[in-house]
């Protein structure tokens, strides 16, 4: 059975840092796309940021680029997102999920094109 499970999330002040971890379980995704999303109370859920089944490549939406890194860690089937200069508009509930097709990802942040998702940490801002 595939899991993702995530980590990491907490109550920091503004300007604080989080790393998030989101480990695969079931099976290897060393050749997948890997994502992370949030969701606020009452908004839609949102893309962040993307890395390729390499970690050569990666996405970020716009409102945290230059805060937010991604990166991978393939031999420990885990991805991170280090999250600086948190913000009170970052506090949501913090998703990774996992395309399941190897090595391509259409719209690396489009959640249409993740298959694998996992239950959420929460991330909570105070300012």
């Known amino acids: 059975q595939v899991q993702l499970v995530e980590s990491g999330g907490g109550l920091v002040q503004a300007g604080g840092s989080l790393r998030l971890s989101c480990v695969a379980s079931g099976r290897t995704f060393s050749s997948n796309t890997i994502g992370w999303f949030r969701q606020a109370p009452g908004k839609e859920r949102e893309s962040v940021a993307a890395i390729n089944w390499s970690g050569a490549n990666t996405y970020y939406v716009d409102s945290v680029k230059g805060r937010f890194t991604i990166s991978r860690d393939n031999a420990k089937n885990t991805v991170y997102l280090q999250m600086n200069s948190l913000k009170p508009e970052d506090t949501a509930v913090y998703y990774c999920?996992?395309?399941?097709?190897?090595?391509?990802?259409?719209?690396?942040?489009?959640?249409?094109?993740?298959?694998?998702w996992g239950q959420g940490t929460q991330v909570t801002v105070s300012s």
């Open positions: 999920a996992a395309d399941a097709r190897s090595y391509y990802t259409r719209d690396y942040l489009s959640p249409r094109e993740y298959d694998y």
